[in-house]
């Protein structure tokens, strides 16, 4: 019989690499600290310079190990061949690529017009927020997937949501003293790119499988991150555990999407949202 490995070791990437979209964000930060405490090597893509400046003296900080960051506009292609050019030139190869970049547009509170409203939402917030959170996750697959399938070796893990499998609860944002017109509400476009997301993930799961690429996709539930009182009881009445994730509750999935201890898990959407879903 062949030798019984370690199970613990099937979570360990010390000889991966992975590209990490939206990486100098609230978020992304979690996703690279995650594959770094398990070995992996990671590469930050952002547009925010300033954000992965203090990204890399975080990384820095917290483990003393640089990091490699690089400011990309994932909507543009070209910057996207551009940057997997100048990874190559380093002498790396992507094995991992999470799609987590977004645009989560935040209520104009108090505004006269609310313009995240359906019936005001400008058609310009709609390509501008699918272009960075849809078209720029399928850009980043065409290219760093491909790359991957030439290897016959390769993980993408698309961040969806738990509003990309079900509808936000607009009663969540009501205010009882604000007419119709100026009631805070989720935008539609967050709703549509993380159901997309998944959809994306079960088409990438069926197209390079015979290469060796695995695609999945992880939807979390809200993180707590500073929401008033109110929106917390509301939120909790909402899920079974009575409460939003903690910021660091992703880390092991995360890990655990990206090694071999899934290596059977493709096309696969895992929800963690404290049963919110089940609900």
Not at 108 to 116: K, P, V
Not at 223 to 237: H, M, P, R, T, W
Request: proline content about 3%; glycine content about 8%.
């Amino acid at each position: 019989m062949p030798e019984t490995k370690n199970i613990l070791n099937k979570f360990k990437l010390n000889n991966d690499c992975a590209v990490i979209t939206g990486g100098a964000g609230f978020l992304g930060i979690q996703h690279g600290e995650a594959l770094i405490e398990a070995g992996c090597s990671i590469i930050l893509l952002d547009i925010n310079d300033d954000a992965l400046l203090q990204a890399k003296k975080h990384f820095i900080k917290k483990y003393n190990k640089e990091i490699m960051t690089y400011r990309c506009d994932i909507t543009d292609e070209s910057e996207i061949i551009s940057t997997q050019e100048q990874i190559k030139a380093k002498g790396m190869e992507p094995s991992i690529l999470i799609n987590n970049a977004a645009i989560d547009a935040k209520p104009e509170h108090g505004s006269i017009i609310n313009n995240l409203r359906l019936e005001n939402f400008d058609i310009s917030n709609w390509t501008k927020e699918i272009n960075t959170g849809l078209t720029g996750a399928f850009l980043c697959c065409k290219h760093f997937g491909n790359s991957m399938a030439n290897r016959n070796k390769g993980v993408i893990l698309n961040i969806s949501s738990d509003l990309g499998l079900i509808a936000p609860n607009q009663n969540l944002y009501k205010k009882s003293n604000l007419d119709y017109e100026k009631q805070d509400v989720k935008p539609v476009t967050y709703s549509v790119i993380k159901h997309g997301l998944i959809g994306l993930t079960k088409y990438m799961a069926t197209y390079w499988a015979d290469k060796g690429v695995r695609c999945n996709a992880l939807a979390p539930g809200g993180v707590d991150n500073q929401y008033s009182a109110e929106f917390l009881e509301k939120i909790g009445n909402l899920i079974p555990m009575g409460r939003m994730a903690n910021i660091d509750e992703y880390k092991a999935s995360v890990v655990y999407m990206c090694s071999d201890a899934s290596s059977y898990m493709n096309g696969a959407t895992i929800s963690i949202d404290g049963g919110r879903t089940a609900w």
